[in-house]
Nanobody, 131 residues
Framework: EVQLVESGGGLVQAGGSLRLSCAAS????????IGWFRQAPGKEREGVSC???????????YYVDSVKGRFTISSDSAKNTMYLQMSSLKPEDTAVYYC?????????????????????WGKGILVTVSS
């Protein structure tokens, strides 16, 4: 069964750091565009960061403006796992974070702004940043 399982969420004070992990099973993340999304209470889900798998920019990471310089997306092929390192966290980063993978997902230079195209989603994990 294809699965994406997030871990590493929790409560952190503003200015702190967290690293989210997302372990994939039954498919190889290196063959897929991967990304992180989040949904804050009362808001729509938004993209945070993605790694492209297009021939033009394979392996390149992109971020939405609100997290540039603070968040870093990465992956470990041997562990078939993706990560989101979050630093300088702000209360407005509080949300449920989801990892996702899409074989043909378009990861733009502005981050994962495309709503459609991800094939697999994790169930989400809560990150709470206290002020």
């Amino acid at each position: 069964e294809v699965q994406l399982v997030e871990s590493g969420g929790g409560l952190v004070q503003a200015g702190g750091s967290l690293r989210l992990s997302c372990a994939a099973s039954e498919f190889t993340i290196d063959d897929y565009a991967i990304g992180w999304f989040r949904q804050a209470p009362g808001k729509e889900r938004e993209g945070v960061s993605c790694i492209s798998r297009s021939s033009r920019d394979n392996g390149k990471a992109y971020y939405v403006d609100s997290v540039k310089g603070r968040f870093t997306i990465s992956s470990d092929s041997a562990k078939n796992t993706m990560y989101l390192q979050m630093s300088s966290l702000k209360p407005e980063d509080t949300a449920v974070y989801y990892c996702a993978a899409g074989e043909y997902y378009f990861c733009s230079q502005y981050g994962p702004v495309e709503k459609y195209g991800m094939d697999y989603w994790g169930k989400g994990i809560l990150v709470t940043v206290s002020s």
